[in-house]
């Protein structure tokens, strides 16, 4: 059974910084592109950044420069660094494949940024 939890997340003011883990179980992890994903209250679920099984990544225009996705394939463990953070960043943070599978969401972790 494929299982994707996702840790870290927390409150932080703005300008501050969090780093979010995504454990992978099963065989998914070590030769897919990973994601990580973000929906904020009223909008839909959007890709904020992936890597490939080695190591090439890609990010949104938005996190770009503030954001680094990273993964260790021994622990099948995927990381995305947040720096400067800003008030729109605010949202649920979610890890999936790339392009996204349905039934691997977990129930991903909530980071608020306060102004």
């Known amino acids: 059974q494929v299982q994707l939890v996702e840790s870290g997340g927390g409150l932080v003011q703005a300008g501050g910084s969090l780093r979010l883990s995504c454990a992978a179980s099963?065989?998914?992890?070590?030769?897919?592109?990973m994601g990580w994903y973000r929906q904020a209250p009223g909008k839909q679920r959007d890709l904020v950044a992936a890597?490939?099984?080695?190591?090439?990544?890609n990010y949104a225009d938005s996190v770009k420069g503030r954001f680094t996705i990273s993964r260790d394939n021994t622990k099948n463990t995927v990381y995305l660094q947040m720096n400067s953070l800003k008030p729109e960043d605010t949202a649920v943070y979610y890890c999936?494949?790339?392009?996204?599978?349905?039934?691997?969401w977990g129930q991903g972790t909530q980071v608020t940024v306060s102004s």
């Open positions: 999936n494949v790339y392009p996204s599978l349905r039934d691997y």
């Open positions: 099963g065989s998914i992890f070590r030769f897919n592109t």
């Open positions: 890597i490939t099984s080695g190591g090439s990544t």
